[in-house]
């Protein structure tokens, strides 16, 4: 029967096109009736693509705040690493807290958060590492030795370490906790030479300052924050600082909130931009 109806629709037989007619305006129906539904399935896609659910609209991968804790006389370099690693991690903010390494070895211990320290000794990070706050092992990454910072002109005509002994000069250090006063300590005894300061600094930027202020005559700093501050102070270099050298380490902190930056950054510091910005101020090699 179905034959038939189909030959006779094709013959154009007047009897069988009411049928042929049906079934014509159902076929229309049902594609209608997909194509308003499929309509309505790729309307419903559009909006999540236009809101930035899709792929093109995800965030940067590693955003976020790292925090370095890092020693006062780092300032200058990690300042501009920071910025370059910002550069090359869009959506990632650098922030750092600088401080005399000692201080931040106690705000890990009493529980600040970070995700990197960065040392002026290895003392003071062996201090961490066995408080526990430290992950992993600490790779040292640059050196500094002692420099004698003094007044523009240098008007006490300072020229020795010895010279800072001598009566009626204002001198001032690093308190010996610290590491830079626990290397003027070292060159003290190397030397036979005994210091009066008239004050103990708790990191060498606040020593720095003194000289810069005119509060003191000379101070004991390193060759890297003398070399930041030209136009400022002066600088007097003295051979017995070769024997007083201390190394910086690097690490990341134990349970960091962002120990995938920090690994990173860390890399990024030993690497070869870091060598770079950290030999522009003074800072000798890693040994």
Request: charged share 20%; glycine share 10%.
């Amino acid at each position: 029967m179905k034959k038939l109806s189909l030959r006779w629709v094709r013959e154009g037989n007047l009897h069988s096109a009411p049928v042929a007619k049906a079934k014509v305006s159902f076929v229309v129906a049902g594609t209608a009736a997909l194509a308003l539904f499929a309509g309505a399935c790729s309307s419903g896609d559009e909006p999540s693509t236009a809101t930035g659910s899709g792929p093109s609209a995800a965030p940067a991968p590693g955003g976020g705040t790292l925090t370095v804790f890092a020693a006062a006389s780092l300032t200058e370099s990690f300042n501009a690493l920071g910025k370059q690693f910002e550069a090359a991690h869009p959506g990632v903010k650098v922030s750092f807290d600088y401080e005399g390494s000692s201080a931040l070895v106690q705000k890990l211990d009493n529980g600040a958060k970070a995700d990197v320290f960065a040392s002026a000794d290895e003392a003071t990070m062996t201090k961490a590492t066995q408080g526990g706050v430290i992950d992993g092992q600490p790779t040292v990454f640059a050196t500094n030795k002692l420099a004698i910072a003094v007044a523009k002109g240098n008007p006490k005509g300072v020229k020795t370490f010895a010279d800072l002994a001598k009566p009626g000069l204002t001198v001032v250090v690093c308190a010996k906790q610290v590491p830079c006063g626990s290397v003027t300590q070292k060159v003290e005894k190397n030397t036979g030479t005994t210091l009066q300061p008239a004050s103990e600094e708790t990191d060498v930027k606040q020593v720095l300052a003194k000289v810069q202020s005119g509060d003191a005559d000379a101070g004991l700093v390193y060759v890297t924050d003398a070399t930041s501050a030209a136009g400022k102070v002066d600088k007097v270099d003295f051979p017995e600082s070769a024997d007083a050298v201390n190394k910086y380490p690097i690490a990341v902190v134990k349970d960091a909130p962002q120990a995938a930056l920090a690994k990173e950054f860390t890399d990024f510091v030993l690497g070869a931009q870091g060598k770079a910005e950290l030999t522009k101020i003074g800072f000798g090699p890693a040994e």
